[in-house]
DNA sequence: GCATTTTGTCAATTATATTTTACTTTTTGT
DNA sequence: ACAAAAAGTAAAATATAATTGACAAAATGC
């Protein structure tokens, strides 16, 4: 469940959760989680975290069983 | 802020928000909400409606100033 | 090894997505 | 024109996304 592309698009940008929460104006709790997988973030945050990151929703956020942990 | 390429997607399958709501298992008022832009769904529920209609995320959500209205 | 940053985690609170019920307006078919 | 289905709308209740604060564990740099 884990979002591992989430965490890698981060780290090609040398974010950290903290930067990237900052980013999108969310806790950095909120990013953790999501890339935790624990729970589905609104379609908004997704839209935000895309455009900061310059993914669209289908490179971060689409699933195939390919891109998942868990 | 409309998104009419879901509700083209719905109609390209002849289904109506009550038939889509059902498939999704949501309530009919939460789709047509999303069509009429009031509220952010959870990528979840986007996830969900995508499978349904046979389009991915970026065809359905992603926003570009072309496929929105008002 | 030590200090600092980053990440992981938890509980309690707040904001908001979603439901339910109910009613009105449009659309569609005959 | 009429009936039935579909779509639009609204208020109150419920479920859950997101916040905040605080602390522990792991990673990074010196």
Not at 14 to 39: C, F, N, P, W
């Amino acid at each position: 469940m884990k979002n591992l592309r989430l965490k890698a698009a981060r780290a090609l940008l040398d974010m950290s959760q903290k930067d990237l929460a900052e980013a999108v104006q969310v806790s950095r709790q909120t990013i953790h989680a999501i890339e935790k997988g624990d729970y589905n973030p609104t379609i908004k945050l997704c839209l935000s975290i895309c455009h900061v990151l310059g993914k669209t929703l289908d490179e971060l956020f689409w699933e195939d069983d390919e891109n998942e942990v868990e």
